[in-house]
Protein backbone atom coordinates (compact mmCIF):
# COMPACT_ATOMS: atom_id res chain seq x y z
CA UNK A 1 0.00 0.00 0.00
CA UNK A 2 1.51 3.43 -0.79
CA UNK A 3 1.68 5.65 1.88
CA UNK A 4 2.11 9.27 1.77
CA UNK A 5 2.13 11.21 4.81
CA UNK A 6 2.23 15.18 5.26
CA UNK A 7 3.31 16.68 8.55
CA UNK A 8 0.38 18.77 9.66
CA UNK A 9 -3.63 18.39 8.79
CA UNK A 10 -4.42 21.83 9.94
CA UNK A 11 -1.87 24.94 10.48
CA UNK A 12 -2.22 28.51 11.04
CA UNK A 13 0.47 30.82 10.93
CA UNK A 14 0.88 34.42 10.92
CA UNK A 15 1.68 36.77 8.04
CA UNK A 16 5.14 37.01 7.63
CA UNK A 17 6.32 34.01 9.02
CA UNK A 18 8.59 30.96 7.27
CA UNK A 19 6.07 27.89 6.82
CA UNK A 20 7.77 24.52 6.35
CA UNK A 21 5.16 22.21 5.12
CA UNK A 22 6.77 18.14 4.96
CA UNK A 23 6.41 15.41 2.95
CA UNK A 24 7.37 11.64 3.24
CA UNK A 25 6.43 8.66 1.27
CA UNK A 26 7.27 5.08 1.51
CA UNK A 27 7.16 3.12 -1.86
CA UNK A 28 10.79 4.68 -2.72
CA UNK A 29 9.05 7.15 -5.95
CA UNK A 30 11.40 9.21 -7.67
CA UNK A 31 9.13 12.24 -8.35
CA UNK A 32 7.80 14.12 -5.84
CA UNK A 33 4.78 17.12 -6.07
CA UNK A 34 3.30 20.05 -4.52
CA UNK A 35 0.23 21.35 -5.29
CA UNK A 36 -2.23 23.60 -3.39
CA UNK A 37 -6.11 23.14 -3.99
CA UNK A 38 -8.92 26.20 -4.40
CA UNK A 39 -12.06 26.73 -4.72
CA UNK A 40 -13.05 26.99 -7.91
CA UNK A 41 -9.39 26.75 -9.64
CA UNK A 42 -8.59 23.07 -9.07
CA UNK A 43 -5.05 21.42 -8.37
CA UNK A 44 -1.99 23.65 -8.95
CA UNK A 45 1.09 22.54 -9.29
CA UNK A 46 3.94 24.59 -7.37
CA UNK A 47 7.11 22.45 -7.62
CA UNK A 48 7.80 18.94 -8.08
CA UNK A 49 11.25 17.35 -7.36
CA UNK A 50 12.01 13.72 -10.00
CA UNK A 51 15.47 13.15 -7.55
CA UNK A 52 17.39 14.20 -4.38
CA UNK A 53 18.75 18.11 -5.00
CA UNK A 54 16.71 18.31 -7.80
CA UNK A 55 13.19 20.51 -8.76
CA UNK A 56 11.36 22.16 -11.35
CA UNK A 57 8.88 24.70 -11.04
CA UNK A 58 5.39 24.19 -11.69
CA UNK A 59 2.56 26.53 -12.74
CA UNK A 60 2.67 28.83 -9.64
CA UNK A 61 6.17 29.05 -7.71
CA UNK A 62 5.92 32.36 -6.74
CA UNK A 63 6.48 32.58 -3.26
CA UNK A 64 7.61 29.06 -2.71
CA UNK A 65 10.60 26.91 -2.48
CA UNK A 66 11.06 23.41 -2.26
CA UNK A 67 13.69 21.31 -0.75
CA UNK A 68 14.85 17.81 -1.31
CA UNK A 69 17.54 16.35 0.78
CA UNK A 70 16.71 12.58 0.63
CA UNK A 71 14.65 10.41 -1.12
CA UNK A 72 11.46 10.17 0.85
CA UNK A 73 10.94 13.60 1.78
CA UNK A 74 9.56 16.63 -0.36
CA UNK A 75 9.47 20.06 1.86
CA UNK A 76 7.24 22.89 0.71
CA UNK A 77 8.63 26.33 2.06
CA UNK A 78 6.74 29.64 2.32
CA UNK A 79 9.40 32.03 3.24
CA UNK A 80 7.13 34.92 4.12
CA UNK A 81 3.74 33.53 4.40
CA UNK A 82 0.83 35.74 3.15
CA UNK A 83 -2.91 35.95 3.33
CA UNK A 84 -3.30 34.68 0.07
CA UNK A 85 -1.27 31.24 0.23
CA UNK A 86 -4.40 30.62 2.80
CA UNK A 87 -4.73 26.94 0.57
CA UNK A 88 -5.17 23.18 1.16
CA UNK A 89 -1.66 21.77 0.13
CA UNK A 90 -1.32 18.57 -1.29
CA UNK A 91 1.78 16.67 -1.17
CA UNK A 92 2.20 13.62 -4.33
CA UNK A 93 4.81 11.12 -5.44
CA UNK A 94 5.21 8.79 -8.21
CA UNK A 95 7.46 6.34 -9.91
CA UNK A 96 10.09 8.20 -12.77
CA UNK A 97 8.91 6.31 -15.98
CA UNK A 98 9.55 6.89 -19.59
CA UNK A 99 6.41 7.02 -20.99
CA UNK A 100 4.23 9.93 -18.73
CA UNK A 101 1.69 7.08 -17.31
CA UNK A 102 2.85 7.01 -13.75
CA UNK A 103 -0.11 7.63 -11.24
CA UNK A 104 0.75 9.81 -8.64
CA UNK A 105 -0.59 8.99 -5.18
CA UNK A 106 -1.40 11.84 -2.92
CA UNK A 107 -1.12 12.44 0.70
CA UNK A 108 -4.27 13.60 2.91
CA UNK A 109 -3.59 17.22 2.93
CA UNK A 110 -2.56 20.54 5.02
CA UNK A 111 -5.16 23.05 5.14
CA UNK A 112 -2.85 26.20 5.73
CA UNK A 113 -4.40 29.42 7.21
CA UNK A 114 -2.47 32.59 7.54
CA UNK A 115 -3.81 35.36 9.00
CA UNK B 1 -2.52 23.02 -24.67
CA UNK B 2 -4.07 20.51 -23.16
CA UNK B 3 -7.02 21.39 -21.11
CA UNK B 4 -9.47 19.31 -19.21
CA UNK B 5 -13.01 20.34 -18.85
CA UNK B 6 -15.43 18.73 -16.26
CA UNK B 7 -18.75 20.67 -17.28
CA UNK B 8 -20.64 19.90 -14.18
CA UNK B 9 -19.83 21.52 -10.91
CA UNK B 10 -22.46 19.68 -8.66
CA UNK B 11 -24.15 16.87 -8.91
CA UNK B 12 -27.07 16.03 -6.26
CA UNK B 13 -28.84 12.11 -6.94
CA UNK B 14 -30.71 10.18 -3.98
CA UNK B 15 -29.19 6.88 -3.47
CA UNK B 16 -29.13 4.07 -5.51
CA UNK B 17 -29.54 6.30 -9.13
CA UNK B 18 -27.32 5.57 -11.99
CA UNK B 19 -25.08 8.67 -12.22
CA UNK B 20 -22.48 9.53 -15.10
CA UNK B 21 -19.59 12.48 -14.28
CA UNK B 22 -18.34 13.99 -17.23
CA UNK B 23 -14.72 14.71 -18.39
CA UNK B 24 -13.50 15.85 -21.47
CA UNK B 25 -10.00 16.62 -22.67
CA UNK B 26 -7.72 18.80 -25.64
CA UNK B 27 -5.02 17.38 -26.75
CA UNK B 28 -2.90 17.27 -29.98
CA UNK B 29 -0.45 14.65 -28.74
CA UNK B 30 -1.21 10.98 -29.34
CA UNK B 31 -0.24 9.52 -26.49
CA UNK B 32 -1.37 10.52 -23.48
CA UNK B 33 -3.06 8.85 -19.93
CA UNK B 34 -6.16 10.02 -18.61
CA UNK B 35 -6.76 9.42 -14.33
CA UNK B 36 -9.68 10.02 -12.09
CA UNK B 37 -9.23 10.64 -8.70
CA UNK B 38 -11.99 10.58 -5.82
CA UNK B 39 -11.51 13.41 -3.09
CA UNK B 40 -13.79 12.48 0.27
CA UNK B 41 -14.43 15.37 2.48
CA UNK B 42 -11.62 14.04 4.83
CA UNK B 43 -9.08 15.92 1.92
CA UNK B 44 -7.12 13.04 0.39
CA UNK B 45 -7.54 12.00 -3.58
CA UNK B 46 -7.63 8.61 -4.22
CA UNK B 47 -5.96 7.25 -7.38
CA UNK B 48 -9.44 5.47 -8.93
CA UNK B 49 -8.32 4.46 -12.45
CA UNK B 50 -5.23 5.18 -15.44
CA UNK B 51 -5.69 5.10 -18.79
CA UNK B 52 -3.72 5.49 -22.07
CA UNK B 53 -4.88 6.89 -24.86
CA UNK B 54 -3.98 3.56 -27.04
CA UNK B 55 -7.07 1.51 -24.89
CA UNK B 56 -9.99 2.20 -25.51
CA UNK B 57 -11.11 -0.40 -23.72
CA UNK B 58 -14.17 0.38 -21.14
CA UNK B 59 -13.57 -0.72 -17.75
CA UNK B 60 -16.09 -1.69 -14.94
CA UNK B 61 -14.76 -2.44 -11.38
CA UNK B 62 -17.52 -3.04 -9.35
CA UNK B 63 -19.89 -0.07 -9.69
CA UNK B 64 -17.90 1.76 -11.34
CA UNK B 65 -16.94 2.29 -15.14
CA UNK B 66 -15.52 4.53 -17.52
CA UNK B 67 -16.06 4.95 -20.89
CA UNK B 68 -13.39 6.40 -22.79
CA UNK B 69 -13.93 7.35 -26.53
CA UNK B 70 -10.96 9.27 -28.33
CA UNK B 71 -13.48 10.50 -31.51
CA UNK B 72 -14.90 12.83 -28.63
CA UNK B 73 -11.92 13.02 -26.68
CA UNK B 74 -13.90 12.42 -23.28
CA UNK B 75 -13.57 9.95 -20.27
CA UNK B 76 -16.49 9.92 -18.75
CA UNK B 77 -17.23 8.04 -14.96
CA UNK B 78 -20.33 6.47 -14.12
CA UNK B 79 -21.61 4.99 -10.68
CA UNK B 80 -24.02 2.78 -10.48
CA UNK B 81 -26.91 2.51 -7.69
CA UNK B 82 -24.95 5.27 -6.11
CA UNK B 83 -24.80 5.27 -2.37
CA UNK B 84 -24.06 7.80 0.28
CA UNK B 85 -20.21 6.67 0.65
CA UNK B 86 -19.68 7.90 -2.75
CA UNK B 87 -20.35 11.41 -1.81
CA UNK B 88 -17.29 13.25 -2.71
CA UNK B 89 -15.77 15.94 -5.38
CA UNK B 90 -14.50 13.56 -8.01
CA UNK B 91 -11.45 14.78 -10.55
CA UNK B 92 -10.55 13.70 -13.81
CA UNK B 93 -6.69 14.32 -14.76
CA UNK B 94 -4.64 14.10 -17.87
CA UNK B 95 -0.99 13.98 -18.64
CA UNK B 96 0.44 13.97 -21.97
CA UNK B 97 2.96 10.96 -22.77
CA UNK B 98 6.61 11.29 -21.70
CA UNK B 99 6.35 14.15 -19.89
CA UNK B 100 7.27 13.78 -15.88
CA UNK B 101 5.28 16.81 -14.78
CA UNK B 102 2.31 17.58 -13.59
CA UNK B 103 -1.30 16.13 -14.27
CA UNK B 104 -3.71 18.59 -15.57
CA UNK B 105 -6.65 18.48 -13.89
CA UNK B 106 -10.55 19.49 -14.20
CA UNK B 107 -11.96 21.61 -11.96
CA UNK B 108 -13.54 18.90 -9.90
CA UNK B 109 -17.66 17.42 -9.73
CA UNK B 110 -19.01 17.71 -6.30
CA UNK B 111 -21.19 14.77 -6.31
CA UNK B 112 -23.39 14.53 -3.16
CA UNK B 113 -25.70 11.24 -2.49
CA UNK B 114 -28.31 11.53 -0.41
CA UNK B 115 -30.31 8.60 1.26
Known amino acids: DVKVTQSSRYLVKRTGEKVFLECVQDMDHENMFWYRQDPGLGLRLIYF???????EKGDIPEGYSVSREKKERFSLILESASTNQTSMYLCASGHLGLAGGETQYFGPGTRLLVL | AQKVTQAQTEISVVEKEDVTLDCVYETRDTTYYLFWYKQPPSGELVFLIR??????QNEISGRYSWNFQKSTSSFNFTITASQVVDSAVYFCAFRNGGSQGNLIFGKGTKLSVKP
Open chain 1, 49 to 55: SYDVKMK
Open chain 2, 51 to 56: RNSFDE
